[in-house]
């Protein structure tokens, strides 16, 4: 704590040996009331949630498991964009803390060599037209073996240590997640989301690439323009058109 100086984010550390999910304690405590800037940090979860209803595993010891109470004064439809600023805030603590250099992927990913090392989920308490809280979930994989990582996963998957070829702190870690998104959280309530939206992209490795996208309309192929000023991924349509996509699961083709 007394690392993070003057940051509104981590004022408040809360520590768990092990939880269901350091979500739903963040959810909760944000709906009892607890400030913004509180940070929830778990050795092990036993119920870890990832995007669409999939489990995020989580065994103790190896990685970090993380949430962030903020209390943006937004209306709900911009909440996603908060999501962005948590992959760059972790983008940014990865390049300071491990010299590596992670690329973004929508919506919420982060890859090292192509392979996932880091997923977030952000959730929110709302009301019809202003948002109570934004619970910014991170799980950073980051001195997991390449024995720990199961080959059923959905994607492949990597950690930190596996492309550093060293361990690393997670307490650094978790440190400068924080700074860094204290420092993204000012600027997007000077600036608004643009200056995030446009390091996020040049963090993005398929922008200009085609891809397949399966979301709920089925499967769209395109190629990616970017992002818009609500987080949705937008693409280049074969005939001309461009689509904007506000949730699915984008998968590379080959040129
Ligand atoms: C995904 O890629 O599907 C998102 C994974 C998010 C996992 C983190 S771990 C800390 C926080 N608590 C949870 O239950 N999930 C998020």
Partial sequence: R???GESLVGRRVVC????DSTNLQA??????GAEEGTVLIAEAQDAGKGRLGRSWLSPPGVNL???IILRPEIPPWDAPQMTFLAAMAVVRAVEEVCALSPRVKWPNDLLLGGRKV??????LSADMDRVRAVVLGIGLNVNMSPEQIPSTLRYPATSLAIEGGRNYSRIDLACAICRHLDALYRLYRERGFEPVRLAWEANCDLIGRRVEVSCGEGTLRGRVRGIDGDGALLLDGPG???ERILAGDVRPLGT
């Fill in 2 to 4: 007394s690392r993070l």
């Fill in 118 to 123: 880091a997923g977030l989920l952000s959730e």
């Fill in 16 to 19: 768990f040996e092990r939880t």
């Fill in 65 to 67: 498991y993380t949430s």
């Fill in 27 to 32: 959810l909760r405590l944000a709906e009892q």
């Fill in 240 to 242: 001309g058109g461009v």
